[in-house]
């Protein structure tokens, strides 16, 4: 069974603070992505990461995917109030087409005005 | 940008009654799926189906819940006697054909907003 952890389970800090979130396995996935819940609503995708060290930056969110691709991790500088949410990690589940999702429990984002 | 649509946002039944709920994928997408997220615990995965039938199922999906796309646009989970363990946000996503897009886009579900289904 493929699990992913994420760590810490839930953040506060204020506005304008950098922070790291990490999503970690010991299975290998092909990909991860990472997606943004916010209260009432679906996961929405943030981005994909697939190659071992892969570094992929949205704005000031910074993305990054382990060497044995294993492990990812995500950073936001200069952290604003609409940062707040749950950041969740997912990967497709190894083995067959389907492609089915497994996800992290997430990370409770707040960042206080 | 095209999305998914989920209706109702919030269904509210009494157990042992049936529910449906309705999604409406990303209209040139192949793939399907249910997941739920029950209050503080992890997105689960429930089914996936293509082609007109269910290609993978989790423990999670019993004979209570069944899917269908009746009518080639909409994608149903219908979960027949409905338990207070139901009670959850119920997600459908979608996903392009492979051959569409090379890896890792085709890798990529796009989620609807969810249903909250509560279960009294």
């Known amino acids: 069974t493929q699990l992913l952890e994420q760590s810490p389970q839930f953040l506060s800090i204020q506005e304008g603070e950098n922070l790291t979130v990490y999503c970690n396995s010991s299975s290998v996935f092909s990909s991860l992505q990472w997606y943004r819940q916010e209260p009432g609503e679906g996961p929405v995708l943030l981005v994909t990461v697939v190659t071992g060290g892969e570094v992929k930056k949205l704005k ?15 950073h936001i500088t200069a952290a604003q109030p609409g940062d707040t949410g749950l950041y969740l990690c997912a990967g497709p589940h190894m083995g067959g087409s389907n492609y089915k999702l497994t996800f992290g429990k997430g990370t409770l984002l707040t960042v206080n005005p | 940008e095209p999305e998914v649509t989920q209706t109702p946002s919030h ?59 009746p009518d080639g646009s909409n994608f149903t989970l219908k ?39 509560s279960v009294l």
């Not at chain 2, 886009?105 to 289904?117: D, M, P, S, V």
């Open chain 1, 60 to 74: 000031r969110l910074t993305f990054q995917f382990g060497d044995a691709r294993k492990d990812s991790s995500l």
């Open chain 2, 79 to 117: 979960i027949r006697s409905t338990k207070l363990e139901d009670s959850a946000m119920y997600f459908c996503a979608s996903r392009p054909r492979s051959d569409s897009y090379a890896f890792p886009l085709k890798n990529i579900q796009y989620f609807g907003a969810g249903t909250r289904l």
């Open chain 2, 11 to 69: 269904q509210v039944t009494q157990m042992g009654q049936e529910v449906i709920l309705r999604c409406v994928p990303i209209s040139n997408h192949l793939y399907f799926y249910w997941y739920r997220q029950i209050l503080g615990q992890k997105v689960e995965f429930l089914v996936s189906f293509y082609n007109n039938e269910i290609s993978e199922k989790s423990e999670i999906f019993d004979d209570q819940f069944s899917v269908e796309r």
